[in-house]
């Protein structure tokens, strides 16, 4: 079964600068694929950033960009120069392939809120 | 414009009654999916359907059913069996269950039990 975790329940960040939120994930699927979501108040969820388990370099989004450590089985996204708008809660999730025994499921972590101050 | 309607955005229940959200896409994906959300918590997979009538339990399934009769349409039904469900739910939908598949998601139905 797959199983993601993000560690960090809240983030405080200074205005410009840039935060680390953490993921790590299990699965014994070679083939998946990493998501992270942005989740403002208003309770939408906006795709940010996506990174396949057999891409070779970290993907990148803007000021988004993914540490992908698959050795240590982590998807940590970066967010640079932070704005007061990058205040929300952030979620990663995790696709197996069509071999895993959880193909079709998207699985979500607990999430972490992160606030960006002035 | 394409994108997934829920409705209600707030639905209130008494003790004991089935309830049923909607969800509805025209974006013409294969794979929906439910979720359900509680303050300050991740989503937790309810079910999800890789394609007409066919659907799948999530994690925490016990007290829902739902059916997938076609294509655009992905109902939830929420049962009197089910022990706390005030809670935020989201549906979500992909072109199909590939690795690089994004979800996109609807505004939410906030379900409180009176």
């Known amino acids: 079964a797959q199983k993601i975790t993000q560690t960090q329940p809240g983030m405080f960040v200074q205005e410009k600068e840039a935060v680390t939120l953490d993921c790590t994930y299990d699965?014994?699927?070679?083939?998946?694929?990493l998501f992270w979501y942005k989740q403002p108040s208003s309770g939408e969820m906006i795709f940010l950033i996506y990174?396949?388990?057999?891409?070779?370099q970290n993907a990148t989004e803007g000021r988004y960009s993914l540490n992908f450590q698959k050795a240590r089985k982590s998807a940590n996204l970066v967010i640079s120069a932070s704005q007061l708008g990058d205040s929300a809660m952030y979620f990663c999730?995790?696709?197996?392939?069509?071999?895993?025994?959880?193909?079709?499921?998207?699985?979500f972590g607990q999430g972490t809120i992160l606030t960006v101050h002035p | 414009d394409g994108g997934i309607t829920q409705s209600p955005k707030y639905l209130f229940r008494k003790e004991g009654q089935n309830v049923t959200l909607s969800c509805e896409q025209n974006?013409?994906?294969?794979?929906m999916y439910w979720y359900r959300q509680d303050p300050g918590q991740g989503l937790r997979l309810i079910y999800y359907?890789?394609?007409?009538?066919?659907?799948q339990k999530g994690d925490i399934a016990e007290g829902y059913s739902v059916s997938r009769e076609k294509k655009e349409s992905f109902p939830l039904t929420v049962t009197s069996a089910q022990k706390n469900p005030t809670a935020f739910y989201l549906c979500?939908?992909?072109?199909?269950?590939?690795?690089?598949?994004?979800?996109?998601f609807g505004q939410g139905t906030r379900l409180t039990v009176v």
């Open positions: 979500a939908s992909s072109i199909g269950a590939g690795l690089g598949t994004e979800a996109f």
């Open positions: 699965t014994s699927d070679q083939s998946y694929g």
């Open positions: 990174q396949g388990s057999y891409d070779e």
């Open positions: 999730a995790m696709r197996e392939g069509a071999g895993g025994t959880s193909y079709g499921k998207l699985t």
């Open positions: 974006l013409n994906h294969d794979a």
């Open positions: 359907s890789q394609i007409v009538n066919d659907f």
